[in-house]
């Protein structure tokens, strides 16, 4: 079974901090993605990229960041937190082509 | 703007009826869609996909129809358990991204 593997379910931080998401996948995947999801605004891509050390914006990149050292793990980094980016967080993978992607358990993220 | 996954927010069914769960799209170059369910607690799953070049697709209790002529996409669950509440989002995948809507929240009625 393909596992997507976020490093933590919660999470609380203060604002100001830099925050970092971890997420790892084990199919050898090319493709990786972040999403954050809100209620009544569905997923909404923040960054993805199809190989390492390449990024590219999604619909939502601002005030986040990401990093892809090794393939199979691709790293959402929140510069300085904000209330405004309380969310839940999804990490996604999937191979070349049009294909599903397989999702991890997500990081819920709360900044006080 | 473009855009996928325009879903009615809610939807509420009888144990034992038919659910059917619709998303609309709008760009017409979209060439691949799936539809996930999301559980309480937990990420999106895979249920089932459709390319343009099907009208239809069947899987275990599922099926999806797509419209292209006028961009819509239909998810229906027959037989409706309680086990299917959930929160149903419909995706486009193109150019290696998927674009979601807001989703549909099943909720199964005793």
């Known amino acids: 079974d393909v596992k997507v593997t976020q490093s933590s379910r919660y999470l609380v931080k203060r604002t100001g901090e830099k925050v970092f998401l971890e997420c790892v996948q084990d199919m050898d995947h090319e493709n990786m993605f972040w999403y954050r999801q809100d209620p009544g605004l569905g997923l909404r891509l923040i960054y993805f990229?199809?190989?390492?050390?390449?990024?590219e914006k999604g619909d939502i990149p601002e005030g986040y960041s990401v990093s892809r050292e090794k393939k199979e793990r691709f790293s959402l980094i929140l510069e300085s937190a904000s209330t405004n980016q309380t969310s839940m967080y999804l990490c996604?993978?999937?191979?070349?082509?049009?294909?599903?992607?397989?999702f991890g358990q997500g990081t819920r993220l709360t900044v006080v | 703007g473009e855009s996928v996954g325009l879903h009615l927010p809610t939807l509420s069914v009888q144990e034992g009826d038919n659910s059917i769960i619709n998303c609309a799209y709008s760009n017409s170059a979209s060439d691949y869609f799936i539809w996930y369910k999301q559980e309480s607690g937990k990420g999106p799953q895979f249920i089932i996909d459709?390319?343009?070049?099907?009208d239809k697709r069947q899987g275990q209790r599922v099926t999806v129809l797509l419209n292209k002529t006028v961009k819509h996409l239909s998810l229906q669950i027959a037989a409706t358990q309680p086990g299917d509440s959930a929160v149903y989002f419909c995706a486009e995948n193109r150019a290696r991204q998927l674009t979601f809507g807001s989703g549909t929240q099943l909720t199964v009625l005793p």
């Open positions: 459709i390319r343009s070049n099907m």
């Open positions: 990229s199809y190989d390492v050390k390449m990024k």
């Open positions: 996604a993978s999937s191979p070349p082509g049009d294909t599903e992607a397989f």
